[in-house]
């Protein structure tokens, strides 16, 4: 059975760092494309980063590139989110999210695509 479970989630300070982890089972890892989600209060949910099915190409929203990062460590079947310079903006859950299938460019956009979730992971961004 595929499981994605988040954890890392936590309560820090603008300008802090945070680092998600999306533990995972039931699938080949290493040749799976992931995503990153996120849902803030009151709003839908939204996209944040990608790693491709090969693991080399990586992708972000605009609004967090430059601060977070995605990488995988297939040792431990863990998917990770790196979040440095944390803004208040950034206070949501976030949810790993695996992709169903072979994709090509712009692969992340369509979210009927997914076809597993975690239970997500709260992150607030306050002083």
């Known amino acids: 059975e595929v499981q994605l479970v988040e954890s890392g989630g936590g309560l820090v300070q603008p300008g802090g760092s945070l680092r998600l982890s999306c533990a995972v089972s039931?699938?080949?890892?290493?040749?799976?494309?992931m995503s990153w989600f996120r849902q803030a209060p009151g709003k839908g949910l939204e996209w944040v980063s990608a790693?491709?099915?090969?693991?080399?190409?990586?992708s972000y929203a605009d609004s967090v590139k430059g601060r977070f990062t995605i990488f995988r460590d297939i040792a431990k079947n863990t998917l990770y989110l790196q979040m440095n310079s944390l803004k208040p903006e950034d206070t949501a859950v976030y949810y790993c999210?695996?992709?169903?299938?072979?994709?090509?460019?712009?692969?992340?956009?369509?979210?009927?695509?997914?076809?597993?979730w975690g239970q997500g992971t709260q992150v607030t961004v306050s002083s």
């Open positions: 039931g699938f080949t890892f290493s040749v799976t494309a």
């Open positions: 790693i491709n099915s090969g693991g080399g190409t990586t």
């Open positions: 999210a695996k992709y169903a299938g072979p994709h090509g460019s712009s692969w992340y956009a369509d979210l009927n695509e997914y076809d597993s």
